[in-house]
C-alpha cells in the first residue's frame, strides 16, 4: 500500500497599512477582472487607509500574498470594502479566514452589523451565505467595467453583536 503525502497549507494573518499598498496593487490586480470595474487605485486605497476605523488584514500563505480585507468601522456598524484573493489560492480557505476574522474583528469590537457590496453573479456570494450574510438590497448598474458595460451591485448584512 503506497503513502501518500499531503501537504498542509497554513493561512496567516497579519494587519496592513499603507506600507502595503504594493500587496494590495498586486493582489487586485490579478483577483478582479478590469471588465468588471471593481478594483480600486492605489490612491483611493491610500485615502480609504487613512480614515478613522478602517482597518486592513492581509493573507500569506507560506509567505507568499494570498489575499486580503479592508474593513471600515463607524459607530456600531462595518462595512467589508474590499476582499480580494489570489485566482490561484480561491477555495482553499484563503477567503474563509479573511472573513472569519473580519467577523472576529467586528464582535471585539461590538459592532452590530457587518455590511458588504458585491457585484450580481460574483461567485463569493456563495462564501458570504455560509457566513451568514443575508441579501438586503440592489445597486442598478453600480460597477461600471473598462468598456462601459454596467453591472449591478448586491447589498449583503450579518448581525455580529445583537
Known amino acids: 500500500m503506497a503513502t501518500r503525502q499531503v ?8 494587519t496592513g497599512d499603507a506600507r502595503d499598498l504594493a500587496i494590495v496593487d498586486a493582489l487586485m490586480t490579478e483577483a478582479f477582472d478590469p471588465r ?3 478594483a480600486w487605485t492605489r490612491s483611493q486605497c491610500l485615502g480609504v487607509l487613512a480614515l478613522t476605523g478602517v482597518h486592513l488584514t492581509l493573507a500569506f500563505v507560506d509567505d507568499f500574498p494570498a489575499g486580503f480585507t479592508m474593513t471600515r468601522s463607524v459607530a456600531d456598524e462595518a462595512e467589508l470594502l474590499l476582499i480580494a484573493v ?3 489560492q480561491r477555495r482553499r480557505g484563503v477567503g474563509t479566514a479573511l472573513i472569519r476574522a473580519a467577523i472576529a474583528d467586528c464582535s471585539a469590537g461590538n459592532i452590530a452589523k457587518l455590511h458588504l457590496e458585491v457585484r450580481a453573479g ?5 462564501m458570504y451565505g455560509a457566513h451568514g ?3 438586503v438590497g440592489e445597486r442598478r448598474a453600480y460597477y461600471r467595467g473598462k468598456t462601459g458595460v454596467a453591472y449591478d451591485a448586491h447589498t449583503y448584512s450579518r448581525v455580529i453583536n445583537a
Open 122 to 126: 460574483n461567485d463569493a456570494v456563495k
Open 7 to 14: 501537504a498542509t497549507r497554513v493561512v496567516t494573518l497579519r
Open 86 to 88: 489570489a485566482p490561484d
Open 133 to 135: 450574510f443575508t441579501k
Open 36 to 38: 468588471y470595474g471593481e
